[in-house]
T-cell receptor, first 115, second 112 residues
Framework: DAGITQSPRHKVTETGTPVTLRCHQT?????MYWYRQDPGHGLRLIHY???????DKGEVSDGYSVSRSKTEDFLLTLESATSSQTSVYFC??????????????FGPGTRLTVL | KQEVTQIPAALSVPEGENLVLNCSFT??????LQWFRQDPGKGLTSLLL?????REQTSGRLNASLDKSSGRSTLYIAASQPGDSATYLC???????????FGAGTRLTVKP
């Protein structure tokens, strides 16, 4: 398994509070991604990073920000959590060198509940 | 906007049967296509990746095909086993591979 960890694995928070989720990789892969998975919507890309300090928006980026100050860490922040952000959040990585190396490897997920 | 559809949403088969899972997509300008497996409460495990220039990929009892012109991919599982029970997800990578769109998945149950 690719070395990807996510923390916390479970979190319950209240509406309006800030929340930060962490993704850590030991593979030295260039690309890192944050997805959310919801019943009826499948997985949707929130933000991704193509290098240190290089990030871009995905399909559902509103209400989320990201930061990548080191190759191994990619942080997802909900500035002011809302109930609609209750979801399971997955981090993924890929080396992005083309061909089979574009395979994305996923972390175990973080279950976030916003009350 | 790329739309990815997987049919059926759920499938139940007896052990030993060969089966096919279907994935269709609306925009043929793709970079690659991946098939994933997801067990309940777990993350996704990559099964196969097909580049846009390829027609199929094989890994053990799994074979994935890609027909860009018709916007279709199939995942063939030979001699199914109860351990194959999981949700199978198809994901289509856009031209820069950073805009990956997922289908909703097919939940497979293989009965002993």
């Amino acid at each position: 398994d690719a070395g990807i960890t996510q923390s916390p694995r479970h979190k319950v928070t209240e509406t309006g509070t800030p929340v930060t989720l962490r993704c850590h990789q030991t593979e030295n892969h260039r690309y890192m991604y944050w997805y959310r998975q919801d019943p009826g919507h499948g997985l949707r890309l929130i933000h991704y990073s193509y290098g240190v300090k290089d990030t871009d928006k995905g399909e559902v980026s509103d209400g989320y920000s990201v930061s990548r100050s080191k190759t191994e860490d990619f942080l997802l922040t909900l500035e002011s959590a809302t109930s609609s952000q209750t979801s399971v959040y997955f981090c993924a990585i890929s080396s992005g060198l083309g061909g089979v190396t574009d395979t994305q490897y996923f972390g175990p997920g973080t279950r976030l509940t916003v009350l | 906007k790329q739309e990815v559809t997987q049919i059926p949403a759920a499938l139940s088969v007896p052990e030993g049967e060969n089966l096919v899972l279907n994935c269709s997509f609306t925009d043929s300008a793709i970079y690659n296509l991946q098939w994933f497996r997801q067990d309940p409460g777990k993350g996704l495990t990559s099964l196969l990746l097909i580049q846009s220039s390829q027609r199929e990929q094989t890994s053990g009892r799994l074979n994935a095909s890609l027909d860009k012109s018709s916007g279709r991919s199939t995942l063939y599982i030979a001699a199914s086993q109860p351990g194959d029970s999981a949700t199978y997800l198809c994901a289509v990578g856009g031209v820069n591979n950073n805009d990956m769109r997922f289908g909703a998945g097919t939940r497979l149950t293989v009965k002993p």
